[in-house]
């Protein structure tokens, strides 16, 4: 199948014209003259002559010669020879037919590697006859094929099919190094260019052919990290131009074949950040059917290794039946591919978005990965984890139990531990402190705020997941817990997250209770927020109380605000704040009054927040009590009202005397009387 936008190639033999003409296959493949030699390839029969085929074949002449000498047959017989695996099959077969009978046929960029696979097992080599059919390939393929970069990846395509012979003849190797040569020659071609003309912008009047080698050397990610050695590509450029065209060309391949031209493009130096593109690219392509966008890449991975796949598989698979394990192997292609794109990723840190590392991080989990892979794609994602959203870590777990939680939380966990190491890490490094407004570079400025907006983030998570059910609070405060608390300037957000859970939560114990509410600051709510957390019954009591202690210290500290003399020319007479020298009292009064006013309004407020932490108190006590009836009626009264005894005893200041006293009468009183029991 060839490449899309490429056109073929056409080779014609200057051989001369002949009159034989092809037939069917399975049937004589020349009317005028009988045949006297059969070959079966691959199920299919060409009836033959042997003559043409002996002269160009030193393979077909060594077997028809053993035949004679172990005398299967006679010269009146024809002579059977049968190929099984012929490199390209029966198709590939019939080329060279034509060719040893002298008949003109298309050498094109789809059939070369297979004609030149074919000719090398049959050992058409020119030793054998003059101008043999191996010269025409090698001459086609270097005059044509490696002069073009899509043409030798198109080359390189075909190779899958006959793998292990264009090894043995070296025809990857070249295809390998033809591309990964050329487009390092063009990256430099544009970047000298661009160096030399000093232009940052294209005409419109270029040419296809100029742009297509602008497009080869062009970055195909948003983003373009310079080195020093690299020059500046133009925005302009990348916004006119498709910039990943060879990059496409070469997701069609087989993911080995690609891993190779991926390890010889960077061993040539071709800038990471293309690499990155092709990578993007080739990972787009065939783990589509993963995102829901059609089997297409899935078809074009898996119709060529189908049959290897089966090879691959241990004994204990090929056990299974074939029907039943289809899925199991795909499922198996599946995560090889992936296990090898993760593996290639460049070590060049934010050089992929944030999402396409999330995309490779829910299919490395739902094709069940090495722990390795997923680790690797963790640490990067909390390289650069300010740049995600709440709902690109929504990443749900495999269905393997139902009482798991709908989301994979202890993922998220190791992201957030390994962003916060990250951080801790740069702090130390550059020593810096992070009370500090600004600095020289402002890097101090820069990691409060990525470190601010990862926090943010985190909280509106937490939200997210609140409302699950089967979510642990463990699990959910394990989170809370490594948010840093001096970067989070108000709590609201983890105060409605923590609501959430408590709500989609009834029957937790007051332990997960208070753990969860713990982390909270009551001193960073605002006033809605506290009065909100006052009037909820879903909090801990303790927790309410740090509510209402905090809003009403808050309400003092305003009083006391409002109270404080503010104008600088002013003294205080009989309680009240007077100008010195205004004549006019009115303006005055007026404020003084609404101050009065908002006073009173204040100590209300104080009248009512103690009302309320009285009552409080009282629900507090009334569950002790409770409990102590609760223990009472279990049967251990007499412990119970011996502890009470002796908490009250310590409370009391003279429980000494109360002790002497108890002594005394218990010596005064009589001992008891054993008495005697019968049984009547």
Not at 301 to 309: I, K, L, R, V, Y
Not at 559 to 581: A, M, R
Not at 605 to 612: G, P
Request: glycine fraction near 4%.
């Amino acid at each position: 199948m060839a490449l899309d936008g490429l056109k073929t190639e056409i080779y014609s033999f200057p051989r001369r014209a002949s009159s034989f003409t092809p037939v069917a296959k399975g049937s004589i493949y020349c009317p005028d003259v009988e045949s006297d030699i059969t070959l079966n390839v691959d199920g299919v029969s060409f009836s033959l002559h042997k003559f043409p085929l002996m002269k160009k074949s030193l393979r077909i002449r060594r077997l028809v010669g053993e035949e004679l000498n172990e005398g299967n047959f006679t010269m009146s017989s024809p002579a059977v020879i049968e190929f099984t695996n012929f490199p390209g099959g029966p198709e590939t077969f019939e080329l060279l037919i034509k060719f040893c009978y002298g008949i003109n046929f298309e050498m094109t960029t789809l059939n070369v590697a297979n004609l030149r696979c074919a000719a090398e097992f049959l050992e058409m080599i020119d030793e054998h006859g003059e101008e043999n059919i191996i010269t025409h390939t090698e001459t086609f393929l270097s005059e044509i094929v490696f002069r073009s970069l899509d043409k030798t990846v198109e080359v390189l395509h075909s190779c899958e099919h006959v793998l292990s012979m264009a090894e043995e003849v070296k025809l990857v190797n070249r295809c390998i190094d033809v591309i990964a040569s050329k487009i390092y020659h063009e990256q430099q071609k544009l970047s000298n260019r661009l160096q030399a003309e000093g232009n940052h912008s294209i005409p419109w009047n270029y040419n296809s052919t100029h742009l297509r080698e602008l497009q080869s050397a062009i970055l195909p990610t948003p983003n373009w990290n310079q080195d020093e050695d690299s020059t500046p590509v133009p925005h302009t450029i990348n916004r006119r131009v498709k910039v990943d065209w060879w990059a496409e060309k070469l997701s069609l391949l087989r993911i080995d074949l690609y891993q190779r031209v991926f390890t010889a493009m960077k061993a040539s130096g071709v800038r990471a950040e293309s690499l990155a593109g092709s990578l993007m690219k080739y990972a787009e392509s065939s783990l589509k059917h993963l995102h829901g966008q059609g089997n297409q890449g899935a078809s074009v991975m898996m119709s060529a290794p189908f049959t290897t796949a089966i090879r691959l598989k241990t004994k204990h698979h090929l056990d299974i039946n074939f029907g039943h394990n289809h899925k199991t192997i795909q499922q198996h292609e599946q995560r090889n591919v992936l296990e090898t794109i993760i593996s290639l990723l460049p070590t060049e840190n934010n050089l992929f978005p944030i999402s396409f590392l999330l995309s490779l991080l829910r299919d490395a989990i739902a094709l069940d990965t090495t722990v390795a892979c997923q680790l690797d794609l963790e640490r990067r994602i909390g390289l650069q984890l300010e740049r995600v959203t709440a709902n690109d870590l929504l990443i749900p777990t495999l269905p393997s139990d139902t009482d798991d939680a709908m989301y994979d939380v202890d993922l998220v966990q190791r992201v957030l531990v390994n962003y916060l190491q990250q951080d801790e890490n740069f702090k130390n490094e550059h020593n810096f402190s992070l009370n500090s407004d600004s600095d020289e570079n402002g890097i101090s400025l820069n990691y409060q705020k990525g470190i601010r907006k990862v926090t943010e983030v985190i909280v509106q998570y937490l939200a997210e997941i609140a409302a699950d059910a089967n979510l642990r609070a463990a699990k959910f405060a394990a989170i809370a817990e490594k948010l840093p608390s001096h970067f989070r300037a108000m709590d609201d957000g983890l105060y409605r997250a923590i609501d959430i859970f408590l709500k989609a939560h009834p029957y937790l114990t007051d332990v997960e209770k208070r753990k969860v509410c713990k982390l909270l600051d009551c001193q960073k709510l605002s006033r809605e927020a506290c009065f909100h957390a006052a009037q909820n019954e879903r909090l801990p009591v303790e927790m309410l109380v740090k509510v209402l202690y905090c809003e009403q210290m808050r309400i003092r500290n305003a009083l006391v605000e409002d109270e404080s003399p503010h104008q600088e020319g002013s003294y205080n007479y009989g309680g009240y704040s007077l100008n010195k020298i205004s004549n006019t009292g009115s303006p005055r009064m007026d404020t003084l009054s609404r101050l009065r006013q908002k006073n009173k309004f204040l100590k209300e407020e104080v009248a009512k927040l103690q009302l309320r932490v009285a009552e409080l108190e009282k629900e507090n006590t009334e569950l002790k009590l409770g409990e102590m009836k609760t223990i009472v009626a279990s049967g251990n009264s007499v412990r119970f009202f011996s502890s009470v005894s002796r908490r009250l005893g310590r409370m009391n200041p003279f429980s000494s005397k109360h002790k002497d006293a108890a002594k005394q009468r218990d010596h005064c009183l009589p001992p008891p009387r054993q008495r005697r029991h019968s049984v009547s």
